[in-house]
């Protein structure tokens, strides 16, 4: 068959020109533009919650904990000689863009391919799957971004946890809610149904969020435990926030963390490009 | 090609196993109403989803405004309008917010895409509902939007894919004079359904699918022509009792047809066929004489029904 051959060879030898790439991006960018009109309806509520949780974790563990914690020498050693609340605040950047990024991930997804079917009304128009799954990743930066802006801007009311640094953690928090967001959409686009979402929060989000490094150093941990901590991407996050908020940012180890983060974004990406694909184009 | 915006050889569509379109060929001019028409499980949606660039071929030709949907789908997609079978609408935005952030994918600017949404608005009469929110609206409504949306980019072909399923009898009215009045504007119109009284409103020519294949092709005047009489007689006789009536009314009219609840004798004069019946003895509990069909064309080439 002459055609399929042409299409083969078609599909082969097609490099991505500079072209393509100005195309996809642009209408990435429509597919950002949807997103913000339905966001304008909800933006409210959902930045008052990321401003609001942190400063009850902030009052109920840094007043509670952190009144038992700094009592004892070798515990603020352990935290490397800050008080627990100044040591907990920036991992609530991190902890929050995880949350919200996730979120974002699941059930909207498949709203979009299943119960309002909007990924195939963009697939009708000239938005090819890969426009879109960039779109949605451009969404979710900025999602990630403007809840960890939310918990910044809440951390600045408490002297034990206003930081200069925080201007650095919040684009950190950002990347440690896409290195979520892209994997999980990517999950998501595969699903028929939304029954493993409330177990994905329960069984990899919420375990995360209490054993990631966001109120403890990970070495309290058994040895078996931190491995797992340390592949996810919540303590690269963390680790991130915190040194950019206590001032202790090393170059090199931030380059590897930040390194981390970025693979599981592209990992992610293209693992979303491939399942958008296949639901979309059948 | 100019005047042909769609033209498939041996167009095939596999799916694992499963043959959903056979090698079929067909043609559609510039400005007519194409349909296709057969049952589920016929192979009009993904004929349709190969035409709308959603869907890769497994063999065969297919050319559309020229170009190849496997080298040129965003292309293609420019100049097309696109009714999905299911409603695809953004429940979270408004009415107009859906027509004016479609118009954005086709990348017309904000002023224009407005423009334009508010005009269509008009056109499928839902201005009043602007500013509501889609889920409010009817299931009459959602499909005008739907219709609305689908030429946000003054398209030169509108696919519809079963457009009135669904719905009640007002509001498929309502919808086939909105297409009526698209296809007089010069819009190609292509269109599946399973209603044959919607395939003959709107189509200028369609062809039969079943089973993946095209089974025959013509205008809904010439396919009636072609493959059945100018009358059809109807009788119902008591339950169980049609196919014992049957031999009784062997002979009259040119072919008769058996089905569970009823018995078809077609016929160039249904009068005479059915005053015919009467002085043979047959007392059914109702007839009635009436014009062919597509229906009565697509059970003959198929012997099945159009709906189940």
């Not at chain 2, 009135?164 to 119109?189: E, F, N």
């Not at chain 2, 009219?253 to 066929?273: F, K, N, Q, T």
Request: aromatic share 8%.
């Amino acid at each position: 068959m002459p055609s399929t051959i042409d299409r083969i060879s078609a599909s082969t030898s097609r490099t991505p020109s500079r072209r393509a790439i100005g195309r996809t991006w642009h209408h990435a960018l429509h597919v950002v533009e949807w997103q913000l009109m339905a966001f304008r309806a909800v933006w409210r509520s959902s930045v008052l919650t990321s401003f609001v949780q942190p400063l009850m974790y902030v009052a109920g563990m840094g007043l509670g904990v952190g009144a038992l914690v700094n009592r004892n020498a070798s515990s603020t050693s352990a935290l490397g000689g800050v008080r627990y609340v100044t040591y907990l605040a920036p991992g609530l950047l991190a902890t929050t863009a995880m949350m919200v990024a996730s979120m974002e991930c699941m059930w909207p997804v498949l709203a979009g391919f299943k119960w309002q079917r909007t990924f195939h009304a963009m697939v009708a128009s000239p938005l090819e799957p890969a426009d879109i799954v960039l779109g949605e990743a451009i969404y979710v930066g900025l999602r990630s971004l403007l809840s960890a802006a939310a918990v910044a801007v809440a951390l600045t009311i408490f002297p034990a946890t206003r930081s200069s640094g925080l201007l650095l953690a919040v684009p950190f928090a950002g990347l440690c809610g896409l290195a979520f967001g892209m994997p999980i959409a990517a999950y998501a686009a595969t699903r028929e149904r939304d029954s493993a979402f409330p177990a994905m929060q329960r069984f990899v989000i919420t375990p995360l969020f209490l054993f990631g490094g966001a109120f403890y150093p990970l070495k309290q941990l058994p040895v078996a435990a931190q491995a797992l901590a340390k592949f996810a991407p919540l303590w690269h996050g963390v680790e991130l926030c915190r040194a950019a908020t206590l001032h202790r940012l090393q170059i090199g180890t931030a380059a590897v963390h930040v390194a981390y983060l970025l693979m599981w974004i592209a990992v992610g990406l293209v693992a979303t490009v491939h399942s958008f694909r296949k639901k979309l184009l059948i | 090609m100019g005047d042909q915006p769609i033209v498939a050889r041996g167009l095939t569509k596999l799916f694992g196993d499963f043959t959903a379109v056979d090698g079929i060929d067909f043609q559609i001019e510039r400005g007519e109403a194409f349909g296709f028409l057969g049952p589920n499980g016929a192979g009009k949606s993904s004929t349709m989803r190969m035409i709308g660039c959603v869907s890769p071929r497994t063999s065969g030709d297919l050319s559309i405004f020229g170009l190849d949907p496997s080298n040129d789908a965003a292309a293609i997609k420019a100049r097309l309008g696109v009714v999905a079978q299911q409603d695809n609408l953004d429940e979270q935005l408004t009415v107009v917010e859906n027509l004016v952030i479609y118009g954005r994918y086709f990348d017309l600017s904000r002023a224009e895409a407005k423009r334009r949404a508010a005009e269509l608005l008009e056109f499928v009469q839902l201005t009043e509902r602007s500013k509501s929110q889609v889920e409010t609206l009817s299931g009459g409504m959602k499909r005008r939007l739907t219709i609305a949306r689908s030429l946000i980019n003054q398209p030169e072909v509108v696919l519809l894919d079963e457009p009135t399923t669904g719905l009640d009898p007002q509001a498929r009215h309502i919808l086939w004079d909105r297409l009526y009045r698209l296809k007089q504007q010069g819009v190609t119109l292509v269109l599946t359904t399973h209603y044959m009284d919607e395939a003959e409103q709107l189509c200028d020519r369609l062809v039969v699918m079943d089973g993946g294949r095209i089974v025959a092709e013509g205008s809904p005047r010439s396919l009636i022509d072609d493959h059945s009489s100018k009358d059809v007689v109807e009788l119902r006789f008591e339950a169980d009792q049609n196919e014992a009536s049957a031999p009784a009314l062997h002979g009259i009219g040119e072919r008769m047809e058996v089905l569970p609840d009823r018995l078809l004798i077609y016929a160039s004069d249904g009068e005479a066929a059915l005053q015919e019946a009467h002085a043979r003895g047959a007392r059914p509990q109702s007839a009635l004489v009436r014009r062919s069909t597509l229906e009565d064309v697509f059970l003959r080439l198929t012997g099945r029904n159009l709906v189940d």
